[in-house]
């Protein structure tokens, strides 16, 4: 069992972490260094008197206050200075949010550009903004799109581009992923969307660094195995394996792997930096059995993690393990008496002390707790059996651990992605050691890529391969009998189950009475908090309108029947837009025909237009909610809509139908909302 004691960095780095979680996302932030230095100020003071008058409770007490204060006020000042905006020379200080004028801007592409069906992605770094008839030195990155075909781009190319910055917006729909504040998190604040002639070359940067030499050996290691002959799903694959280049890797397979529970094969992770680690690990251990080079060892571990980093372009999730596992190994190397814990905690306060964010990162937060249920969940359950023989004890072993990294990440990968894969156990023992080999034989592709029989060999066994791995992962892509989908797991789902799952361990642990009663109360009061939930939804009434580009998307919820309206989605829309809200409710959705221009349930009545023509007839249907889109026609002088409760304006709709009903709204005092300034609409019964 875990000792407090024995881990003194958690003190550390829950004060840390809370005020991460209370600065960074409040209105605190404004004032964060007032905050700090009042704090600091104080926490100087109560040291002071800690230090004179030793042994008084008073004084101990208050110094430890003041110490978790002053770490709770120190993630402020790291978010602080995290955040490019409060760089005086950032370019979005000398823009004009409000203006529609385009700007002109020396960029360099920083990443490799990614290439869509109809356009380009293309990460870049500003460099110069023209302003006042002289350029100016500015700093920032932000991402290009351009039209697919009409140029190539590569690593380290300078343009000169002309266009207007477009700010980086929420996403508005409930329960979907939020990209805007993914974006942000990462410093990026606009995007350019360039029409063809807006954008040239003007030249290639030859400034070295770290960071871009690691860049552009991803970009060649990407260009070498797309000219390779590699097949579509091999090369995205491959790319994906070695440096984490996984943009290219088609939806649908991602589908698969994530139904199989094997998605963290297809990007380079801890995993593969694990695989390293154990390798020269195990090559050591047959000449140094006694432990005489660990110094050696302690260098050439860490020295080859950090060059994967540097190839993989810095990869976070790599860059993460890489930390990670270097401290373990210090720890083990020069601290006998080293805690691996401790040292896991020391890890995740170096990386949240370089970028606060990451705490909302839910790779930051699986990876932990992956390696974290494994480290202490895994000599406990390999010790329940010991195999005899070595075939059985690498089952036995991968299972466990498996298992073990599973269990701990179950509340979380069950909040955030609602599905459950029940064969990840097996999948895990098939395709885990399949992309191994296929990552080593593309590393094999690579030295061997000057001969063409070696590498039309390789290139033959690696699509062969690929498509293996992709069948059997998708052997288990069906619902209910391959993956359990739309599970509905509410925020005080997620703390019951984690809280379930350590007093489940304390109790194995132990074994002692209270802690199994206290474990029995646990899940007696979680299956009432549920069935009052579900009780709760059954009972209320709800109409959201969907934040869409083109297309109208509402549904209708009334006691247990979901009704959705509105235009059919591909299944990437609604896998975006409308599975995330279903799966926080019920799944049984009654599907309506187009033609919803009224619909009305028990004390729901919605009335939608979307064509030119009168609005005279609103007044007999006298709709609660009335919804404008597409081409509705702007409303009459001597319209009444004394019933209508709400005005909902779709994205679709033109800016001046929007203003008129926004204006005939404030003129008659009813309530109006504007999916495209405003985001999805939510309308309780209560409302």
Not at 419 to 425: A, E, K, N
Not at 590 to 610: E, R, V, W
Request: hydrophobic share 45%.
């Amino acid at each position: 069992m875990l000792s407090w004691k024995a881990i003194p960095f958690a003190k550390i780095l829950l004060p840390y972490m809370a005020g991460i979680i209370c600065i960074c996302h409040s209105g605190l932030y404004a004032h964060t260094h007032h905050i700090f230095f009042s704090v600091f100020g104080v926490w100087l003071l109560s040291f002071l008197f800690h230090k004179l008058r030793k042994g008084r409770a008073l004084e101990r007490w208050s110094y430890i206050v003041c110490t978790n204060l002053v770490l709770f006020a120190a993630a402020g000042e790291s978010a602080w200075l995290y955040d490019q905006l409060q760089d005086q020379e950032h370019y979005s200080h000398f823009i004009n949010p409000v203006s529609a004028a385009p700007c002109y801007f020396a960029v360099t592409i920083n990443d490799i550009p990614v290439r869509h069906a109809d356009r380009q992605k293309i990460p870049v770094k500003i460099d110069a903004l023209y302003q006042n008839h002289a350029w100016k030195s500015v700093s920032g990155k932000t991402f290009l799109y351009i039209p697919e075909g009409s140029s190539t781009f590569q690593l380290n190319d300078q343009l000169i581009i002309q266009g207007v910055p477009t700010s980086v917006q929420k996403t508005g729909n409930p329960y979907e992923f939020d990209y805007g504040a993914f974006l942000k998190a990462h410093n990026i604040f606009h995007v350019f969307y360039l029409k063809q002639g807006s954008y040239y070359l003007a030249g290639k940067n030859t400034s070295w660094s770290l960071g871009n030499l690691g860049t552009q050996l991803k970009c060649k290691t990407v260009e070498i195995l797309r000219e390779s002959g590699l097949s579509q799903e091999a090369f995205s694959i491959c790319a994906a394996l070695l440096v984490g280049y996984d943009d290219e890797i088609d939806g649908d397979v991602m589908s698969v792997f994530s139904h199989s529970g094997t998605l963290h094969v297809l990007s380079v992770s801890g995993l593969h930096t694990g695989v390293l680690y154990a390798f020269i690990m195990w090559c050591f251990g047959l000449f140094d059995k006694h432990n005489r080079y660990k110094r050696l060892r302690c260098f050439t571990v860490i020295l080859s993690m950090f060059l994967l980093v540097c190839i993989t372009g810095f990869a976070p999730a790599v860059f993460r393990a890489a930390i990670m596992l270097s401290l373990v190994l210090v720890g083990k190397t020069f601290f006998r008496n080293g805690n691996p814990f401790n040292t896991l905690l020391l890890s995740a306060f170096i990386l949240l002390l370089a970028d606060p964010y990451l705490i909302s990162d839910l790779g930051f937060l699986l990876s932990y707790m992956a390696v974290f249920g494994i480290m202490y969940l895994f000599p406990l359950l390999n010790r329940l059996y010991s195999p005899r023989y070595k075939p059985l004890k690498w089952l036995w072993e991968s299972s466990v651990l498996s298992v073990s990294a599973t269990l701990f990440t179950l509340p979380v990968s069950l909040y955030y992605f609602h599905q459950f894969p029940t064969w990840f156990l097996l999948s895990n023992l098939i395709i885990i050691p399949m992309s191994i080999g296929i990552m080593l034989l593309a590393i094999l592709l690579l030295m061997v890529s000057k001969i063409a029989l070696l590498k039309s060999w390789l290139v033959f066994i690696i699509n062969k391969l690929t498509i293996a791995m992709i069948y059997l992962a998708g052997i288990t892509d069906k619902p209910g009998a391959g993956y359990i989908d739309n599970i509905p797991f509410e925020v005080h789902d997620l703390m019951y189950c984690s809280v379930l799952i350590v007093l489940l361990l304390v109790s194995f642990s132990k074994k002692r009475f209270r802690y199994i009663a206290l474990t029995g109360f646990i899940a007696i009061s979680w299956l009432c908090v549920s069935i009052f939930s579900f009780v709760r939804n059954n009972e209320k009434s709800e109409v959201i309108v969907f934040k869409t580009r083109t297309k109208i998307s509402l549904v209708i919820k009334h006691r247990s029947a979901l009704y959705y309206l509105g235009d059919s989605l591909n299944p990437a829309e609604n896998n975006r837009i409308i599975k995330p809200y279903l799966q926080h409710d019920l799944s049984c959705v009654y599907a309506c025909m187009p033609g919803y221009n009224y619909f009305k349930t028990g004390d729901i009545s919605l009335c939608c237009i979307k064509e030119k023509g009168s609005v005279r007839q609103l007044e007999a249907l006298a709709p609660a909610i009335l919804l404008i889109a597409g081409e509705a026609p702007c409303p009459d002088s001597t319209l009444s809509l004394k019933y209508t409760k709400r005005v909902i304006v779709a994205a679709n709709t033109k800016n001046k139908t929007t203003e008129a009903w926004r204006k005939f709204c404030a003129e008659e005092g009813i309530r109006f909302h504007a999916i495209r300034h405003d985001g999805a609409c939510i309308i309780h019964s209560f409302d």
